[in-house]
């Protein structure tokens, strides 16, 4: 494995400033300079991060851990009732707290339905979110494709069974986070610190970024950035929530297709806000606004799911090999509908 230096910063601003680059800017330099240049990246559990080292795919002079940093790995509830989470909170952490157990079930379901317990125990929260995709392609030496800065997408017309059915031009990824697809559906928010200690906040929703903005990069993260916490609204009672994740396995393994919705409704029963997003569908988790038009104002039964499944695909282009995503998904959303309203 690449030899790196290491460093245990005590403070977020130490960390970041000591952050030269994300993964991805890492990973995009051209290869001749992979491993050359002075190039310093946040670990937290390690999963992926080590993943990549290991295969030859980053290697970084030195890996900034932010395991010493003292309160990223707590939770906490606000004044207002919003829930903020640390960014190094494991993800068996997150799933078994009381908080996230009473209020956020979905959350703690999606949680719990990601990788193997062992790992867990040592995920973050921030890591599964800012995880590199699974594209074979991307995750092999032997192809420079567009997201590494090389000249062609060889899933496109290659070996695409796993990958998004919509927004997938020219690059096909499938965003890997499953606490994405829920956490967006919640209308979670995101706070980046810089070296100065200055905070910028912004909806998790608008911090993915689709492949017509940049295709090199999933997140908008920049060098000497810290994801410092994730933020949970404080929803309303009468919010219904569900989230179901279809594998091709019931162990460990990232989803083919997944699903989350969040549902408000009002003293009558009837939907007055929608969320429906689909994750392993598009580079980004993806709001399937048809679907949510197709449940608001209603009084939501087994018939309204079923029309809201079907409008959940809309727009959907899926490839050579993945076409049967469209009936897993239209399932999926019917199933998760029908389960956030039981
Ligand atoms: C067999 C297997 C099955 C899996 N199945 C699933 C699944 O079903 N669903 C799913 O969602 N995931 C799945 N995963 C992925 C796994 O959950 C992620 O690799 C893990 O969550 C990454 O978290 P980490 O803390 O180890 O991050 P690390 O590997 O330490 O970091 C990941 C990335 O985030 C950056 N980073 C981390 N924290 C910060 C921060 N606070 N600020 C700035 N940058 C940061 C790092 O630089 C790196 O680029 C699976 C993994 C394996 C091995
Ligand atoms: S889908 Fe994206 S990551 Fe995969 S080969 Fe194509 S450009 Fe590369």
Known sequence: MHPFAFAAP???????TAASATVAHAMTSAPERAGQSDVSVIKAGGIDLLDLIKEGLLAPSKVINLGEVPGLDT????????????????????AAHPIVRQRYGALADALGASASPQIRNVATLGGNLLQRPRCWYLRSHAFRCLRKGGGHC????????????????????????????????????????????????????DFFVP??????????????????????????????MAHIKQGEKDSFDWPLADAAVVLEL????????????????????????????????????????????????DGATPL???????????????????QAMS
Do not use: W
């Open 320 to 338: 050579s090999k993945n076409a049967y995503k469209l009936p897993l998904f239209e399932a999926l959303v019917r199933r998760t509908i029908v």
């Open 266 to 313: 009002d003293a009558g029963g009837i939907c007055q806000r929608a969320a429906v997003v689909l994750g392993a569908a598009a580079p980004v988790p993806h709001r399937a606004k048809k679907a949510e038009a197709a449940l608001v104002g209603q009084r939501i039964d087994q018939t309204i799911a079923a029309q809201a499944a079907r409008a959940a695909l």
């Open 154 to 205: 060889f899933a496109v017309h290659g070996e695409n069974q796993y990958h998004a059915i919509f927004g997938n031009m020219p690059c096909a990824i499938v965003h890997p986070s499953t606490a994405a697809t829920m956490l967006v559906a919640l209308g979670a928010t995101v706070e980046i610190t810089g070296p100065a200690g200055a905070a910028r906040r912004l909806l998790l929703e």
């Open 211 to 240: 492949v017509e903005q940049d295709m090199q990069r999933e997140n908008k993260l920049e060098p000497h950035e810290i994801l410092a916490a994730i933020r949970l609204p404080r929803l309303p009672p009468s919010v219904r």
């Open 10 to 16: 005590k403070t977020i601003a130490d960390a970041a």
């Open 75 to 94: 939770v906490v509830e606000e004044q207002d009732g919003a829930l903020r989470i640390g960014p190094m909170v494991t993800l068996a952490a997150l």
